[in-house]
């Protein structure tokens, strides 16, 4: 009913944490925030859950080693679905060689950060050099596509998930347009509600601001929207 700003999140606790889009879950009577301290360059990382009350109070902190090595070239996501349920993904990286394989470590905590406990380990097989989105619109559904090394099309270099991230399926081809290529990028994946459909946000390339979107029922029949 009122914006407020938030409390600063000091703690002794870290010296480095990532916040992404989907990090932060409200609901009616209180805020939660989950937040990964990385510990060091070389480090184990810790998940730091802050829940705060409607009046803006820090009511609970809790943090949670997860016991596994990670450097700072790592990837780190966080997903709060709400108050309790959330997903911690981790995607180590090889340098200074990018690999094939790209190992996919999952958390799950159903009992707001109190706990995290190991679920799945998921390989993708994608020459890349980064990702580009990684993105859960809800507790089942998610996306990742991996930046390109001018080797494949952007369907073939990304996967989606309906059971939460414990199997993920290659995209299927994406309609014709001389406007997607070798260097397309998915920017964005969402659910329109008032459609009842799943939409794709494709960037031409990364040397212009041309957009197209598509549209799909399934997530495997796309349909390119007219503009």
């Given at each position: 009913?009122?914006?407020?700003?938030?409390?600063?999140?000091?703690?002794?606790?870290?010296?480095?944490?990532?916040?992404?889009?989907?990090?932060?879950?409200?609901?009616?009577?209180?805020?939660?925030?989950?937040?990964?301290?990385?510990?060091?360059?070389?480090?184990e990382?810790?998940?730091?859950?802050?829940?705060?009350?409607?009046?803006?109070?820090?009511?609970?902190?809790?943090?949670?080693?997860?016991?596994?090595?990670?450097?700072?070239?790592?990837?780190?996501?966080?997903?709060?679905?709400?108050?309790?349920?959330?997903?911690?993904?981790?995607?180590?990286?090889s340098?200074?060689?990018?690999?094939?394989?790209?190992?996919?470590?999952?958390?799950?905590?159903t009992?707001?950060?109190?706990?995290?406990?190991?679920?799945?380990?998921?390989?993708?097989?994608?020459?890349?050099?980064?990702?580009?989105?990684?993105?859960?619109?809800?507790?089942?559904?998610?996306?990742?596509?991996?930046?390109?090394?001018g080797?494949?099309?952007?369907?073939?270099?990304?996967?989606?998930?309906?059971?939460?991230?414990?199997?993920?399926?290659?995209?299927?081809?994406?309609?014709?347009?001389?406007?997607?290529?070798?260097?397309?990028?998915?920017?964005?994946?969402?659910?329109?509600?008032?459609y009842?459909?799943?939409?794709?946000?494709?960037?031409?390339?990364?040397?212009?601001?041309?957009?197209?979107?598509?549209?799909?029922?399934d997530?495997?029949?796309?349909?390119?929207?007219?503009?």
């Amino acid at each position: 009913d009122a914006y407020r700003p938030m409390r600063g999140l000091s703690s002794s606790y870290y010296n480095w944490w990532d916040l992404n889009d989907h990090c932060v879950t409200i609901d009616n009577d209180a805020t939660t925030i989950a937040l990964i301290d990385q510990g060091s360059s070389y480090g184990e990382p810790t998940i730091l859950t802050y829940h705060f009350s409607r009046s803006n109070e820090l009511v609970e902190l809790h943090a949670v080693p997860l016991n596994i090595k990670v450097t700072r070239d790592d990837l780190f996501f966080v997903n709060m679905h709400d108050t309790n349920h959330g997903y911690y993904f981790l995607l180590p990286r090889s340098f200074p060689h990018y690999g094939s394989d790209w190992p996919l470590i999952m958390f799950e905590t159903t009992d707001g950060g109190k706990s995290w406990n190991q679920i799945a380990t998921y390989t993708f097989y994608a020459t890349a050099r980064y990702v580009e989105i990684f993105k859960f619109i809800s507790p089942q559904v998610g996306i990742i596509s991996f930046r390109d090394l001018g080797t494949c099309e952007v369907w073939e270099r990304t996967y989606l998930t309906v059971d939460g991230g414990l199997t993920w399926t290659q995209m299927s081809k994406l309609p014709p347009s001389d406007m997607v290529n070798w260097y397309s990028e998915i920017i964005d994946f969402e659910y329109v509600k008032e459609y009842d459909y799943y939409r794709l946000t494709v960037k031409a390339s990364n040397y212009t601001s041309f957009q197209i979107q598509l549209w799909s029922k399934d997530l495997i029949n796309w349909t390119l929207i007219e503009t």
